[in-house]
């Protein structure tokens, strides 16, 4: 959107090597609600971090995705699946899953 912050970041968290962190303190925000690309990296990596920084996270679980990936054993695993997999790594302990209906308040 116009006049938006754009933060562009070099690694798999937006926290690292950025001015986020700084951003957010100054103004006072702590609560963050994360979407985007790749569930079990780039947002795997910074939803940690938020947490780990005492942000209340939200991560909107139909606002993100990722792709099919062959797990360390060989077996073949779905997008689906990884997606699902790095939602249960992070709910209630980094962050509160949530929808997008949910977070609006729509009802499903």
């Not at 006072?28 to 942000?55: K, P, Q, W, Y």
């Not at 797990?71 to 779905?78: E, I, Q």
């Not at 997606?83 to 609006?104: G, R």
């Amino acid at each position: 959107m116009a006049g938006e912050p754009v933060i562009p970041k070099r690694t798999n968290s937006a926290f690292i090597g950025t001015d986020l962190e700084d951003r957010l303190r100054v103004g006072s925000h702590d609560t963050l609600v994360v979407a985007g690309v790749i569930t079990n990296n780039s947002i795997e990596v910074t939803v940690r971090m938020a947490g780990n920084l005492g942000f209340q996270t939200w991560l909107v679980a139909d606002g993100c995705f990722t792709f099919a990936r062959t797990d360390w054993n060989g077996t073949a695993r779905s997008a689906e699946d990884v997606h699902a997999m790095s939602l249960a790594n992070l709910d209630a302990e980094y962050c509160t899953v949530t929808t997008v209906d949910a977070l609006l308040g729509a009802s499903s």
